[in-house]
């Protein structure tokens, strides 16, 4: 059965950090391209970061500079560090999977979907 938890949400202050974890199971599927997707309530679900099954990283203009997506094979999960947060930052944070992909940002290309980890920054 496939499943990718999330995990590290939190309320923050503007300027602050956080990491996001993605557990993955199995474990093969720590070796597909994953990636972080966000989402405010009033707003689409947004792609900003993937990282491919070379390790080769896309990251969102939005984000770029402040969140690194990365992954730890040996413990199957996935990590999205996210500093110099901005209260746009603010939403629900998802983990997804897929083994082949096109656009690493796009949500139609990924099969798996986490149930997401609150992110709040004010």
């Known amino acids: 059965q496939v499943q990718l938890v999330e995990s590290g949400g939190d309320s923050v202050q503007a300027g602050g950090s956080l990491r996001l974890s993605c557990a993955a199971s199995p474990y093969t599927l720590i070796s597909s391209c994953m990636a972080w997707f966000r989402q405010d309530p009033e707003k689409e679900r947004e792609g900003i970061a993937s990282?491919?099954?070379?390790?080769?990283?896309t990251c969102a203009d939005s984000v770029k500079g402040r969140f690194t997506i990365s992954k730890d094979k040996a413990k199957n999960t996935a990590y999205l560090q996210m500093n110099s947060l901005k209260p746009e930052d603010t939403a629900m944070y998802y983990c997804?999977?897929?083994?082949?992909?096109?656009?690493?940002?796009?949500?139609?290309?990924?099969?798996?979907w986490g149930q997401g980890t609150q992110v709040t920054v004010s």
């Open positions: 990282i491919a099954s070379d390790g080769s990283t």
């Open positions: 997804a999977a897929t083994w082949t992909v096109v656009d690493g940002l796009r949500e139609s290309e990924y099969s798996y």
